[in-house]
């Protein structure tokens, strides 16, 4: 059984910043996914990638969030972060965690419920 937990979001204005974690309950380590990674979601618009953690340590991120957004993951605490600064209007969304397994030619995806993220101009 996985569970993933969002949380920090929240209103801000433009140019402050947030942290979001997402705390991942798990028989066994963040390492046993094959990636974690957080999605958004604006109203009207489709779910996308906003950064990822790609084992052993690989991180992406989209275009539009690199420079200004910071992924990363505690093993001991079983959570995973997004630091995000230098936050845009643009950025308004529900920001969801996302985990990933792998097993042979099957992949598992698993979901947080989602966390709301408001900025301001």
């Known amino acids: 059984q996985v569970q993933l937990v969002e949380s920090g979001g929240g209103l801000v204005q433009a140019g402050g910043s947030l942290r979001l974690s997402c705390a991942v309950s798990?028989?066994?380590?963040?390492?046993?996914?094959?990636?974690m990674g957080w999605y958004r979601q604006a109203p009207g618009k489709q779910r996308e990638l906003v950064a990822a953690?790609?084992?052993?340590?690989?991180?992406k991120y989209d275009d539009s969030v690199k420079g200004r957004f910071t992924i990363s993951r505690d093993t001991a605490k079983n959570t995973v972060y997004l630091q995000m600064d230098s936050l845009k209007p643009d950025d308004t969304a529900v920001y969801y965690c996302?985990?990933?397994?792998?097993?042979?030619?099957?992949?598992?995806?698993?979901w947080g419920q989602g966390t709301q993220v408001t900025v301001s101009s």
């Open positions: 953690v790609i084992n052993p340590g690989l991180t």
């Open positions: 798990v028989s066994g380590s963040l390492l046993s996914f094959a990636a």
């Open positions: 996302n985990a990933v397994r792998r097993s042979g030619p099957l992949k598992y995806d698993y």
